[in-house]
């Protein structure tokens, strides 16, 4: 949606004021490869998409947020001195959450009204909510005349999640959404947050990312779980090496020489995925770095096997999607993609053959699942910013 569109909608839903409208964009990410581990100390591999939530705000006086969507038909308020009673709306938290956390750090900031244009599809992996922090922040941010450092940003969004929302995630969404730069994925150590922009030169191939349309959301699905489930794996291996503070420390070795110390056997498998999807991560950004994009997508479909198998967070959905696009032929690699449990799928694709992928994909998708996959070729864009 253009800024006069959004200018209008704006004074029609809060009417006129004499403040200066403002506008920013974030964007949601795909991760290529590194799921899960984000949360364990591991390396992953993110890049920003040109799906985009962009807002529109302007100052008020006092101490009241308005929030507005141009897909949703009502307005949230919000009084900021009391923002712990809305942890539960359905739709809103994140944005408040985001503001939470901005007063709890003492930053300065007074009322505004926004209206929020969301494009990243809703529930899909593709990191709507981290959009949508990200962009709320930096626009408080901006607008108030405070620095806006964006990895604190990330930081910062990811804390609101913890604390407001409830979901312990980690820090690749945030990450990705502040800090994207087109062209570009991130390979980030999400134990030091140094990171490296990776050009992404994928020649005669696209990214094309297909939609289960299954509904999803992280807070009530197995993501505290799983996490849960890493760190009782942890315990069990720090026996043998109390040294060691995430899975992602451990070498192939070292687990196979504590995995007998591990009780449960779904935790056993959890931290089995967690080393070696790092593992893959930094081998595939090493085959990718000489141009071999054929073993960097082998490690992708190797990912979703240890995602399925493993981590047991892909579902029947994703994995019609990425099955059968394993069996076209001019797709090079495919996986699901985000927490999983519904979502999307990442399919490296030939340009030329990307039109028969859709058409095939959709066709099995249909037959099998009984309702429509959606696809998108995926442009790699650049993290949040004013437009
Ligand atoms: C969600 C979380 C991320 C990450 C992924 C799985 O998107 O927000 O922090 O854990 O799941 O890789």
Redesign the pocket.
């Known amino acids: 949606m253009i800024k006069e569109e959004l200018a209008n909608i704006l004074n029609n839903v809060y009417g006129s004021s004499e403040e200066s409208i403002r506008y920013f964009q974030a964007p949601g990410r795909v991760?290529l490869i590194?799921?899960?581990?984000?949360?364990n100390g591991g390396y992953?591999f993110p890049a920003a998409i040109d799906k985009v939530s962009t807002v529109a705000v302007r100052k008020r006086k006092d101490d009241i947020i308005k929030l507005y969507a141009t897909d949703l038909g009502y307005v949230v308020e919000a009084d900021m001195n009391s923002l712990e009673q809305y942890k539960d709306l359905k739709w809103g938290n994140y944005q408040l959450g985001v503001i939470d956390q901005i007063l709890k750090k003492g930053i300065k900031v007074k009322g505004a009204e926004f209206i929020f244009d969301d494009k990243v599809p809703l529930g899909s992996?593709l990191?709507s909510s981290?959009a949508i922090e990200v962009v709320t922040a930096y626009a408080m941010l901006q607008l108030y005349g405070h620095k806006t450092d964006k990895m604190d940003i990330a930081l910062l969004c990811q804390k609101a999640?913890h604390e407001y929302v409830g979901?312990k995630?980690?820090?690749?969404?945030q990450f990705a959404s502040a800090m994207g730069l087109k062209d570009h994925a991130m390979l980030l150590d999400c134990n030091s947050l140094e990171y490296e922009y990776i050009p992404i030169k994928l020649d005669d191939y696209s990214i094309v990312i297909s939609n289960t349309n299954k509904k999803r959301s992280?807070g009530s699905s197995m993501?505290n779980k799983r996490r849960a489930e890493c760190e009782q794996a942890l315990a069990d291996m720090q026996k043998k090496f109390p040294d060691k503070l995430n899975l992602c420390d451990f070498t192939y070795k070292e687990f196979l020489s504590c995995a007998d110390d591990i009780t449960d056997a779904d935790c056993r498998k959890r931290a089995e995925h967690a080393v070696c999807e790092n593992l893959r991560v930094l081998d595939s950004v090493k085959a990718l770095k000489k141009g071999d994009i054929y073993s960097f997508c082998k490690y992708l479909n190797l990912s979703h096997i240890s995602l399925r198998d493993l981590y047991e967070v892909s579902c029947k959905e994703l994995d019609v999607l990425v099955e059968s696009a394993w069996m076209q032929k001019d797709v090079l690699g495919s996986r699901m993609t985000?927490?999983?449990f519904g979502g999307c799928t990442v399919s490296i694709v030939k340009k030329q053959s990307v039109k028969d992928f859709i058409e095939d994909i959709g066709r099995v998708y249909q037959e099998v699942i009984g309702y429509n996959a959606s696809f998108y070729i995926c442009e790699i864009s650049d993290g949040v910013k004013e437009i």
């Open positions: 991760n590194g799921e899960h581990i984000d949360y992953v992996g990191s981290a999640e979901v995630c980690g820090i690749m969404d992280l993501y985000g927490a999983g």
